[in-house]
């Protein structure tokens, strides 16, 4: 009799287990389809021109989530609806499928990569700095803002550049905090720091927009590897990531990917040239 109670709890056991791993499938493969019936998608983005803008309108333009929006009507999914989300709070956002994507320039990176998976490569570029005219403190490196404990800089919270300094010696308490990158601009105007740091791009546009004779730019950052985003998935929707992948493939070598990327200042050909495995293995 125990016998027999045992393979019957074993057996329950063993179904409850299958039934378990077929739902977290079956809710994996749906994500898409749930996209289509619905007939939009929410991404996440920073608001950081040029990789993405949020008109009066509520509209979101920008590099990334215009190469999305192509890729999803692909897809079957006719409109994108845009939540600003800070780049260090877009995993959680993704974790807790507070949003469906992220598409803002979200680096590739091997430490998000354990908690998010990525397309394929859409957006590479130079980082930069902004610093004064005439770069009075010769500011070329994170190593040189790391060498002298006086320099401060600024960048946003979970952004690369915060990484980028940490690893190479600039400390916790040289860096200052930004809300966005335009109260950051304006904290290197007033003086509140001594470097202005983010993608070479998004610094570039900032200054134009600004047009300020007394500031200038840094690019490339030297010893800062080439930057590449993708859109950022939660990481139980490998089916949907594929197809993505699939679509976006098709618009690369169409050269409807570079007439999207192109106007915006980024090179189709730099995105080409790497892999998603090339920064994230395995992913």
Wanted: include cysteine; proline fraction near 5%.
């Amino acid at each position: 009799m125990l016998r027999t109670k045992l393979r019957k709890y074993s057996s329950a056991f063993a179904l409850s287990v299958i039934w378990a791993t077929l739902s977290i499938g079956a809710a994996s493969a749906s994500t898409l389809d749930d996209l289509r019936e619905q007939g939009y998608a929410t991404v996440a983005v920073a608001n950081e021109p040029p990789y993405s803008d949020i008109k009066g309108d509520g509209y979101v333009t920008g590099a990334a989530p215009d190469v999305a929006r192509a890729v999803m009507k692909k897809l079957g999914v006719p409109e994108l609806r845009a939540k600003v989300v800070g780049y260090g709070a877009m995993i959680p956002a993704l974790m807790a499928r507070r949003v469906d994507m992220a598409t803002s320039g979200l680096y590739i990176k091997p430490k998000r990569c354990e908690s998010i998976i990525y397309s394929e490569p859409d957006l590479c570029g130079a980082e930069a700095f902004a610093v004064k005219k005439g770069n009075p403190l010769n500011i070329k490196t994170y190593e040189d803002i790391g060498n002298n404990k006086n320099v401060t800089m600024t960048t946003c919270a979970g952004c690369a550049e915060e990484a980028y300094a940490l690893e190479r010696g600039v400390s916790a308490d040289q860096i200052k905090i930004m809300t966005d990158p335009p109260s950051g601009m304006k904290m290197l105007q007033q003086g509140r720091v001594d470097v202005f740091a983010l993608s070479g791009l998004g610094t570039a546009d900032l200054l134009n927009k600004l047009n300020d004779p007394s500031l200038e730019i840094v690019m490339p950052v030297k010893g800062v590897p080439m930057g590449c985003a993708g859109a950022a998935f939660n990481s139980d929707d490998t089916e949907f990531r594929d197809a993505y992948d699939k679509a976006l493939m098709e618009l690369k070598t169409s050269g409807e990917f570079a007439k999207i990327v192109e106007p915006y200042g980024f090179s189709a050909a730099a995105t080409l040239a790497v892999k998603r495995d090339d920064f994230c293995p395995g992913n």
